[in-house]
């Protein structure tokens, strides 16, 4: 499975942008889709994730009511609308597919996933 991001970029604080990420290859075997974000000296941290059958989705708390994750079943492309955005939002935002099963808490870990995208730049200016 190949995993491509796009969409990132430079906003203002309350700005938004929307992300996306189109599957290739093996998709089939793929079950959850998930996004990730990393700032500069920090770890790696969850943000988003779908199932792609029945599209469940799962939120980190500091994102609820301002970002939104999708999917697009027939495109094999999973979105993240953000609104909202802060500044402590900027990161590189990576999405990731997961192959496996698990509860639904656990897709929150980034080893859980099996394929990673290269990273998508997303700056929030105060």
């Known amino acids: 499975v190949q995993l491509q991001a796009c969409g990132g970029g430079l906003v203002q604080t309350g700005g938004f942008l929307r992300l996306s990420c189109a599957a290739s290859?093996?998709?089939?075997?793929?079950?959850?889709m998930g996004w990730f974000r990393q700032a500069p000296g920090k770890e790696r941290e969850f943000v988003a994730a779908?199932?792609?059958?029945?599209?469940?989705?799962y939120y980190a708390d500091f994102v609820k009511g301002r970002f939104t994750i999708s999917k697009d079943n027939a495109k094999n492309t999973v979105y993240l609308q953000m609104n909202s955005l802060k500044p402590e939002d900027t990161a590189v935002y990576y999405c990731?597919?997961?192959?496996?099963?698990?509860?639904?808490?656990?897709?929150?870990?980034?080893?859980?996933?099996?394929?990673w995208g290269q990273g998508t730049q997303v700056t929030v200016s105060s």
């Open positions: 990731a597919a997961s192959d496996r099963i698990y509860f639904v808490s656990s897709y929150v870990l980034a080893p859980k996933y099996d394929y």
């Open positions: 290859g093996r998709t089939f075997s793929s079950r959850v």
């Open positions: 779908i199932g792609w059958a029945r599209g469940i989705t």
